[in-house]
């Protein structure tokens, strides 16, 4: 363990220390965010209503709307000279969410995320490789600052150019990689192609998250790459990646670091509390941050706390793999995207109508989106210019077929299924 004080805290103690920092999370949100204040007030509730943890329920939910309502700085609970770092995460409007850090919640992040490298088989003296994008998505800096924190020797690879990153790893010999699931298949297939086996290959360990995956691609990357792969699971708005990870030993469940993130798991229809082993949606809120803590966040996430013994002493719980969302967010290769963003780009274009549809697929390991739309005159440079607008406002290379007028499915009353996903269950 990396802090075996923090991950195996003796549960009375885990408890108690739980409720000091939701009733200080409560107070300082009630005292600083004006919105939050509102919300209590809505419920009926002051922070003196918290008393045990079980009357956390009471208290109101925050949702990604929330955020963007208040967007960029107006749920901190400091001002903005207090701030360290800013990150964003997609929103559902074409414009991102944006969180802030201050110094304390840095100190935080970095924390939780070399608690979970070391989790994930990561130890002072490797050298770690990151592939993970650089930049306002969490994933980068988040997981190089947790990397540094754990004594790694980090290479920011940052994500992209395949070819350099197996140079990289060929020159350099890492011992660990952190990258998406899906990433980590195609650098895979290019590592076979240099003519590597999994014993030519340096890596021994691999820390994949940001998108669901399976066990069977476990199995595949551990095969192909040599490694031991665990999940690492996250979210900016919380804070980044190093809300949870598995142990590379044990490899079932992510622990989540149950000392700054409350875990919850609700109902999707009725949002009451669920019992530890059954699914609904993860709720997190976020207890030791400064500067922008979030009450019961709804994640959005389908997953289950893990019941029962571990194999590891750690005594906070562990979380199983996300099985689905709760919401119509589309996850393409690690980036979060709304069918609404894409909608609010082709309402920048004319001659496009507003009948669209999103076809998800796979080829290889890579996952692909392709673009329905219908459109009045059916021309290439028209086509290269939604894919030249999603790529600039959304962030992601999309394919785009422009079809004719009355050719895509429409509604007939109901909620239109606009998302058509094609992909095999990993
Ligand atoms: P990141 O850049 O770390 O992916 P975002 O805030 O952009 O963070 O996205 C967070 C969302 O990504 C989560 O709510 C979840 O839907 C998805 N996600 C992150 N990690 C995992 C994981 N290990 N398994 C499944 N989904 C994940
Ligand atoms: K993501």
Redesign the pocket.
């Known amino acids: 363990m990396f802090n075996p004080a923090a991950e195996a805290m003796p549960l009375p103690v885990l408890r108690a220390l739980q409720l000091e920092r939701l009733q200080a999370t409560v107070e300082r949100l009630h005292e600083h965010v004006p919105a939050y204040q509102g919300k209590f007030a809505a419920a009926g509730l002051t922070p003196a209503d918290l008393k045990t943890l079980d009357d956390l329920r009471r208290f109101p939910f925050t949702r990604k709307r929330d955020l963007r309502d208040h967007a960029p700085f107006g749920l901190a609970a400091v001002g903005r000279t207090e701030l360290r770092r800013v990150h964003a995460?997609?929103g559902t409007s074409g414009k991102a969410t944006v969180v802030g850090y201050d110094e304390h919640d840095l100190e935080v992040f970095a924390e939780v995320v070399a608690r979970s490298l070391h989790a994930g088989g990561a130890r002072p003296g490797m050298l770690f490789h990151n592939a993970?994008g650089y930049g306002l998505?969490?994933?980068g800096l988040?997981i190089h600052a947790g990397a540094e924190r754990l004594g790694v020797g980090v290479v920011p690879a940052s994500g992209g150019n395949t070819e350099r990153q197996v140079q990289l790893i060929e020159d350099l010999a890492p011992e660990v990689i952190a990258c998406t699931p899906s990433y980590a298949l195609v650098l895979a297939d290019a590592l076979q192609r240099r003519g590597h086996t999994p014993g030519t290959i340096s890596l021994q360990y691999a820390i994949?998250?940001?998108?669901?995956?399976s066990e069977a691609v476990r199995q595949e990357v551990q095969a192909r790459l040599g490694v031991r792969a665990t999940?690492?699971?996250?979210?900016?708005?919380i804070i980044?990646?190093g809300v949870s990870n598995e142990d590379a030993g044990e490899q079932q469940g992510?622990y989540l670091w149950e000392d700054h993130f409350y875990p919850e798991i609700v109902d999707p229809q009725t949002e009451e509390p669920l019992p530890d082993g059954e699914y609904g949606v993860l709720v997190l809120t976020s207890m030791s941050r400064t500067a922008m803590p979030l009450l019961r966040y709804w994640?959005?996430?389908i997953t289950r706390l893990l019941p029962g013994e571990n194999k590891t002493g750690r005594t906070v719980r562990r979380m199983d793999?996300?099985r689905g969302?709760s919401d119509d967010?589309i996850?393409l290769r690690?980036?979060?995207v709304y069918p609404t963003q894409i909608e609010a780009v082709l309402a920048h274009l004319q001659d496009l109508s507003p009948h669209y549809q999103l076809v998800l697929s796979r080829s290889g390991a890579m996952d692909e989106l392709l673009l329905r739309v219908e459109c009045a005159r059916v021309d290439a440079a028209l086509r290269q210019e939604v894919v030249r607008l999603v790529k600039a406002q959304v962030g992601v290379t999309i394919g785009c077929e422009l079809c004719e007028i009355g050719s895509l499915p429409r509604s007939e009353g109901g909620k239109l299924q606009r998302v058509l996903d094609l992909r095999a269950p990993r």
């Open positions: 995460s997609s993970y998505f969490t994933g988040g994949l998250g940001a998108e669901p995956w999940n690492i699971y996250g979210l900016s708005e980044g990646p992510s994640t959005g996430d793999g996300i969302r967010m996850i690690g980036v979060n």
